[in-house]
């Protein structure tokens, strides 16, 4: 939790600057003062679970995007990896880097299984094909 705390004023800056909100007209809309929410942008102060349900209804974004909780869910692994140089959430790298690691795992096993099966279906056919050797000689 501390590390979402730990950058949530910058976020709340980057929100408040992307839609057009000086701090002054964020507090006439929250009603927090101009300097809590300074406090808050700065990290001197965390803000309070009221301010993010009011700031969330404000800005018509959920408390998960405020956060970013869910920032990488339902991306593809290349578009994890594309992310992965801008990304100052160490946590968040260091996920990635260890999904990544799980992914590879996943495919050397996926391709030791075919192997196998791909090994297991070459002497299927071996057999297959002296069977077939052995009828056609009788058959002469």
Known sequence: MTEILSFLGR??????????????ELADKTGFK???????????????LEFLLKFSQITGLSIDEILQ????????????????????DMSKAYEIVHEVKDYLQHLETEHKTLQTKYVNALEDLKKLQEKLATLFDLRR
């Open 11 to 24: 976020r709340i800056s980057e929100l408040r600057k992307k839609l057009g909100f000086s701090q002054q």
């Open 34 to 48: 101009r300097t809590t929410i300074s406090s808050i942008e700065r990290d001197d102060q965390k803000p309070t």
């Open 69 to 88: 909780v869910n920032s990488n869910k339902g991306k593809s692994l290349p578009e994890k990896l594309d992310s992965l140089p801008a990304e100052k």
